[in-house]
């Protein structure tokens, strides 16, 4: 049997504005992880993909109806297609688990795609790199969520705090200090993919207004590597509440999170703000270790459903180097 895993993602500024080519930051949220295995089954049994979490099984080929079950094919059908291995004949059993809450704007479908495929990968004597996970888990991105940027299955794949533009190698952020971040849950599910045509039907209606409001968040988030590089926390903090400011201006925060960004606030939070899509599901919290229990308190009071607390440690991995081995592995 072989087991894989990728973790969830949070954006820690520029969303919206990097589907316009601005660039945005986005972290791992490694403690919070899907988990896919692959296992050798019975001869003519074919794949079965077994969502543990959901209680269904779906056969490897076809066309699910529900979304669920459409992404584990497609990504399947991602990983053999990339690997020259036709399913014919093929007899597995790819059972999927994830701690990641679904549609929360975490990247859920990123991390559960990039597991199977590691697995499935894994199983077959191949190992993925980053570089070529990200490509692949882009492709099923694209197949259910219409025109994403690519940040979801990049921080998934490179598992570390990056730098983001459209059509760009990713760049690892140097990261001073840790950061403590509290990400609470509206559970309410995020409708990145409305919000995302929202935006684009505001562009589209507005486009000068829109750009420059693209252009403020891109100055936002080229400060906030700065005050990372620097370790600059409260400075960081300010930035983080700066772009909700403009995320709600174009019309993608929403009561639920306004509620936990502002108790978050109130609690002694450096700075908040929602997290992906937005219109629902999660918002992060910058916080000093000595106020995370206040502030996970506060999050609690104002109805979060969930609070998770990430630790998103100092430094960075060599980029290149882990991504080009494992490519190289798999040739
Ligand atoms: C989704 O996690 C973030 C958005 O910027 C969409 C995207 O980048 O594809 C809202």
């Not at 087991?3 to 949070?10: E, I, L, R």
């Not at 809450?101 to 990123?110: D, E, K, L, T």
Request: hydrophobic share 45%; net charge negative.
């Amino acid at each position: 049997m072989t087991v894989a895993s990728a973790p969830g993602k949070a954006i820690l500024l520029g969303e919206h504005a990097v589907v316009y080519g601005r660039p945005a930051i986005a972290v791992p949220i490694c403690d919070r992880r899907a988990f896919a295995s692959a296992t050798s089954a019975r001869r003519g049994s074919g794949v079965v993909l077994q969502a543990v979490d959901l209680g269904r099984r779906y056969p490897g080929d076809g066309n699910c109806v529900d979304d669920d079950g459409r992404l584990l094919q497609a990504a399947l059908r991602g990983v053999l297609y990339e690997l020259g291995v036709s399913g014919e004949g093929l007899d597995l059993e790819i059972t999927i688990r994830s701690e990641i809450p679904i549609a929360r704007g975490m990247g859920s479908g990123a991390a559960v795609s990039a597991a199977l495929m590691r697995a499935v990968a894994q199983h077959l004597g191949a190992e993925l790199g980053a570089e070529r996970l990200s490509r692949l888990v882009f492709q099923t991105e694209r197949l259910l969520h219409g025109t994403p940027s690519g940040i979801d299955n990049t921080t998934v794949a490179y598992e570390q705090p990056i730098w983001f533009v459209t059509g760009q190698r990713p760049e690892p952020i140097r990261i001073e200090t840790g950061l403590t971040l509290l990400i609470g849950d509206t559970s309410v599910p995020a409708r990145t993919h409305e919000a995302v045509d929202m935006v684009r039907a505001r562009w589209q209606a507005a486009r000068g207004a829109m750009e420059a409001q693209f252009d403020a968040i891109a100055d936002i988030v080229t400060r906030a590597r700065a005050a990372l590089a620097t370790g600059n926390l409260p400075e960081l903090g300010h930035l983080m509440n700066q772009n909700q400011a403009i995320l709600a201006d174009i019309g993608v925060s929403s009561g639920a999170l306004n509620r936990l960004i502002v108790a978050a606030r109130e609690a002694g939070a450096l700075g908040a703000k929602l997290s992906g899509g937005g219109m629902g599901g999660c918002m992060i919290a910058l916080v000093r270790e000595s106020d995370r229990a206040a502030v996970q308190q506060a999050l609690q009071q104002a109805g979060a459903a969930e609070v998770i607390t990430s630790d998103v440690s100092r430094g960075i991995l060599v980029m290149g180097e882990h991504a080009e081995q494992g490519d190289e592995h798999a040739r």
